[in-house]
């Protein structure tokens, strides 16, 4: 490519997004066209503001299961050690 080519495309590029109405993309288009007959339902912006289930309050029965299983493991462990005689 020549400099006189690069400095073509650079101008065509600078004009192309210099423009003053640009075409909306093809799925915006559809859904456009789409909605104009068929709006959907309104929906919030943010998520629902309620907690989703387990994620606070079962957060200290999960450390309790995960603490227990441990403790089990340890007597079970202690246990078959004993056991065994040494």
Do not use: Y
């Not at 590029?13 to 210099?18: P, T, V």
């Not at 289930?53 to 299983?69: F, M, P």
């Amino acid at each position: 490519m020549t400099e006189q080519d690069d400095w073509q495309r650079e101008f065509d590029l600078r004009w192309a997004d210099s423009a003053a109405h640009k075409e909306p993309s093809a799925r915006a288009r559809m859904l456009a066209a789409r909605w104009k007959e068929n709006p959907p339902d309104p929906a919030p912006f943010r998520a629902d503001p309620t907690p989703a289930r387990g994620s606070r309050g079962g957060s200290w029965v999960s450390t309790a299961v995960v603490l227990g299983c441990v403790a089990a493991v340890i007597v079970l462990l202690g246990w078959a050690q004993m056991r065994s005689g040494h």
